[in-house]
């Protein structure tokens, strides 16, 4: 996950003029198919009813959960909040910016 975020942040440094949208998981998953079609709208992709049906079917066979749980905490990997805070305070920070505009 380090090396992911780090070349994220890479990425986003020095590629300055590729557009990004960036997407809460919270709202990803409370608002799935409005969130799928703002990013569309960003993109300049073209949506569709046929679209937005087949996502709904698609939401509504496939709920979240449908395959089993997983649960985690930080303690379990040797992390604590105000330790993933530091260790990504540059990411959260280009991503929070992003979220304003």
Request: aromatic share 14%; glycine share 4%.
């Given at each position: 996950?380090?090396?992911?975020?780090?070349?994220?942040?890479?990425?986003r440094r020095t590629n300055?003029?590729?557009?990004?949208?960036?997407?809460?998981?919270?709202?990803?998953?409370?608002?799935?198919?409005?969130?799928?079609?703002?990013?569309?709208?960003?993109?300049?992709?073209?949506?569709?009813?046929?679209?937005?049906?087949?996502?709904?079917?698609?939401?509504?066979?496939?709920?979240?959960?449908?395959?089993?749980?997983?649960?985690?905490?930080?303690?379990?990997?040797?992390?604590?909040?105000?330790?993933?805070?530091?260790?990504?305070?540059?990411?959260?920070?280009?991503?929070?910016?992003?979220?304003?505009?």
């Open positions: 996950m380090d090396m992911m975020i780090h070349r994220l942040i890479k990425f300055l003029d590729i557009p990004v949208f960036d997407v809460l998981y919270d709202d990803l998953i409370a608002q799935p198919i409005d969130i799928v079609r703002r990013i569309y709208e960003h993109f300049g992709l073209v949506w569709s009813e046929d679209f937005r049906q087949a996502m709904v079917t698609w939401l509504r066979e496939n709920p979240q959960g449908k395959q089993g749980r997983n649960t985690y905490t930080l303690e379990e990997f040797g992390l604590t909040h105000e330790l993933i805070d530091q260790r990504y305070e540059e990411y959260n920070t280009m991503f929070l910016k992003s979220l304003e505009t």
